[in-house]
Nanobody, 127 residues
């Protein structure tokens, strides 16, 4: 049973938009969720994180102002709205989750050891 299931990826032209979804199992205990991405031959990059109990959201500089992360707690869904997409946004996007002691420990900079990961959804942006 997958605890996290992503969807919404696809192929778009530069300047287009996509919305990724990450559905979490209802019985999953987590208060820190994030999106990561990885392009072939590159290291995994943290895109955004959210501490679900306080709403603190972090965005990587590379996506700030273009991507918006938000959650639907009633449906256990985490979204990543991606606008003004660029070819360099092309990657496999992964949803991740974990339980942390407090909001300061929820981040994509390595301080959080995310224990649950989805299978990924591919985003391809053409120029």
């Amino acid at each position: 049973q997958m605890n996290l299931v992503e969807s919404g990826g696809g192929s778009v032209q530069a300047g287009g938009s996509l919305r990724l979804s990450c559905v979490a199992s209802a019985d999953m205990i987590r208060n820190c969720m994030a999106w990561f991405r990885q392009a072939p031959g590159t290291e995994r990059e943290g895109v955004a994180s959210i501490y679900t109990r306080g709403g603190s959201i972090y965005y990587a500089d590379s996506v700030k102002g273009r991507f918006t992360m938000y959650q639907d707690n009633a449906k256990n869904i985490l979204y990543l709205q991606m606008n003004s997409l660029k070819p360099e946004d092309t990657a496999m996007y992964y949803c991740a989750a974990d339980w942390v002691a407090d909001g300061s420990r929820c981040h994509v900079d390595g301080r959080t050891h995310f224990s649950d990961w989805g299978q990924g959804t591919q985003v391809t942006v053409s120029s």
